[in-house]
């Protein structure tokens, strides 16, 4: 095997390691993130308008 063959070799395999380690973070990301039960919804406030004062 040539030089430049084996820094190809070697490239694609840093390649390769680099997605299966995303790949492995996006699933734990998803089992975790997946278990995140969100509350309630606040109420929304109907007819009440906010006054802001500029001055």
């Known amino acids: ?3 430049a063959a084996q820094v190809i070799a070697n490239a694609l ?4 390691s680099i997605r ?3 790949e492995r973070d996006a699933e734990r990301r998803k089992q ?3 278990k995140i039960v969100v509350g309630r919804p606040l109420p929304k406030i109907k ?3 906010l006054t802001l004062d500029l001055n």
């Open 32 to 34: 975790i993130f997946g």
């Open 13 to 16: 395999a840093v390649v390769a």
């Open 1 to 3: 095997m040539t030089r």
């Open 47 to 49: 007819g009440l308008q």
């Open 20 to 22: 299966a380690e995303r």
